[in-house]
């Protein structure tokens, strides 16, 4: 209480009342807190699904520890996207009945079996397998973190919470360029498995979705969850975000959504399209074949200006920064912005690289005195494409759908996103070797332009909005 005085000189008493944006940002931290330690997981999943990037050269040199032909290579690559192919379903499964944490949590003892395999047995069908383990394991967190982090957060947040997805998908992917090349096999893949287990030390403490005790019908419990996550917030504003939870997750019981109806319901069946459309662009422009075999690109070119491993370490910072990035300007600039910028900057970027492998590997041009524009034009196409399309997609994802058929969703996606991913990395080697690595570079672009014109005509704009306001948006 404050004493002024009024023009008739008596003294009033006033209240000063904290502005809630003020009290809003002093509590916000918690759910970031919390957002990073589930994306721990993703940093695990990034290091294993990267794990045989640096290791190619070796794997099809002659001192390999696992012997194998360059397309016995590409199944090794590429059988981690087939594991990661089987996990949407389970997935969903285990986040609607057991939790969305606990769910993620037993991603760790499955990456365990792959180190296993991966260590003692030391065969070309043993490494298939072990990759295999890897994707199911990696699947869990690709389907469930859309959802918890789009749950645990505020919508003021929700963009920057979901952006860390890639951040730490690209944190985790950077980690075996600059480990691998200086470490040895097994001790490699050790300290690849650490990482799952920081992941879990560090998220075991975390509250569970509030969205997910709605749906079991415990309320009580929802509500410790928003205290945790929402710090001092006062009780009348978690009340009504309680109350809100329940709104949106009735409404989404009431229409009892099952597998067909997301593709009955106009709105599901919208969104559905609207995510797959993003999913299918952003994979099928090529970053995870550039990524996993930058490092055999670049030993095959002489005229490089610095060594191959030190440009897929280059390579993998930018594609970092490009997620760090994306945290900041997903709320700024709204989701439709980036897809847009993201899609143009990625063309462009792959038409320059696939143009300087056309001169240099199809003609008697010489290129030697350019030798740093294709890694140049390879780094803008990572720092375009994480700050863009790939956690547009994953925003999308967790805004887009009701409680009861973002599970469904979110699968359907991430099967969409490994199927695509598959195709890329199976089929860039067999590409290469028979049309150049120009026209595999030149497919990329393409993908980006058909993508450009898709996103300008039909991706809505979602950014500050509640999740029932999204819905009625695509009703309309």
């Not at 967190?141 to 947040?157: M, S, V």
């Not at 928003?226 to 939870?245: F, M, T, V, W, Y």
């Not at 490089?304 to 280059?314: H, M, S």
Request: glycine share 6%; with cysteine; net charge neutral.
């Amino acid at each position: 209480m404050v004493q002024e005085l009024n023009n008739s000189g008596l003294v009033i008493e006033t209240s000063l009342q904290v502005p809630k944006d003020k009290e809003a940002h002093e509590v916000e931290w918690q759910q970031y807190i919390t957002g990073v330690a589930a994306c721990l997981s993703l940093v695990a999943s990034g290091a294993w699904f990267s794990w045989p990037a640096p290791l190619l050269p070796r794997l099809v040199g002659p001192d390999s520890p696992v012997p194998m032909t360059p397309e016995e290579a590409s199944w090794v690559v590429s059988s981690v996207e087939v594991g990661c192919l089987f996990s949407p379903f389970p997935s969903t499964f285990l986040a609607d009945h057991y939790g969305r944490k606990l769910s993620m949590l037993f991603a760790t003892p499955l990456f365990f079996i792959g180190l296993c395999l991966t260590i003692y047995i030391k065969t070309f069908w043993s490494l298939c397998l072990a990759r295999f383990v890897a994707g199911f394991s990696m699947g869990i967190p690709w389907t469930i973190l859309p959802l918890y982090l789009g749950e645990i957060a505020t919508p003021k947040a929700r963009g920057a919470i979901t952006s860390f997805f890639h951040v730490a998908w690209g944190l985790g992917c950077l980690f075996p360029y600059c480990v691998g090349p200086f470490l040895p096999f097994d001790m490699f893949t050790y300290v690849t498995f650490s990482l799952s287990v920081i992941f879990l030390i560090c998220f075991a403490w975390q509250p569970e979705s509030p969205y997910y005790y709605v749906m079991r019908g415990k309320p009580k419990e929802a509500s410790k969850m928003l205290k945790i996550l929402r710090g001092s917030h006062a009780p009348d504003l978690l009340q009504k975000e309680l109350e809100e939870i329940q709104l949106e997750v009735k409404k989404s019981l009431e229409e009892k959504a099952s597998w067909i109806d997301i593709f009955t319901n106009p709105a599901d069946r919208k969104a559905l399209l609207l995510i797959i459309i993003v999913g299918v662009v952003s994979f099928l422009s090529g970053q995870n074949a550039i990524l996993t075999y930058a490092t055999d690109t670049f030993s095959k070119f002489s005229n490089n200006f610095i060594a191959p491993d030190y440009i897929t370490i280059a390579v993998g910072v930018v594609a970092l920064l490009g997620s760090v990035f994306s945290v900041f300007t997903s709320d700024r600039f709204g989701r439709r912005f980036l897809l847009l910028i993201s899609s143009i900057g990625c063309m462009i970027s792959l038409v320059i690289a696939s143009a300087y492998f056309y001169l240099d590997s199809n003609t008697s041009v010489d290129v030697s005195s350019y030798s740093w524009v294709a890694p140049v034009a390879i780094m803008s196409y990572n720092l375009f494409v994480t700050a863009g399309m790939h956690p547009v997609c994953v925003t999308y994802t967790s805004e887009l759908f009701l409680t009861s058929t973002r599970g469904v969703a979110s699968s359907i996606s991430g099967i969409n996103l490994t199927f695509c991913s598959f195709l890329v990395l199976k089929f860039y080697e067999p590409i290469s070797a028979a049309m150049g690595i120009y026209f595999a570079y030149l497919c990329y672009a393409l993908t980006c332009l058909i993508g450009m014109v898709l996103f300008y005509y039909m991706m809505p704009e979602t950014k500050g909005k509640t999740f029932l306001e999204i819905r009625e948006s695509l009703k309309r």
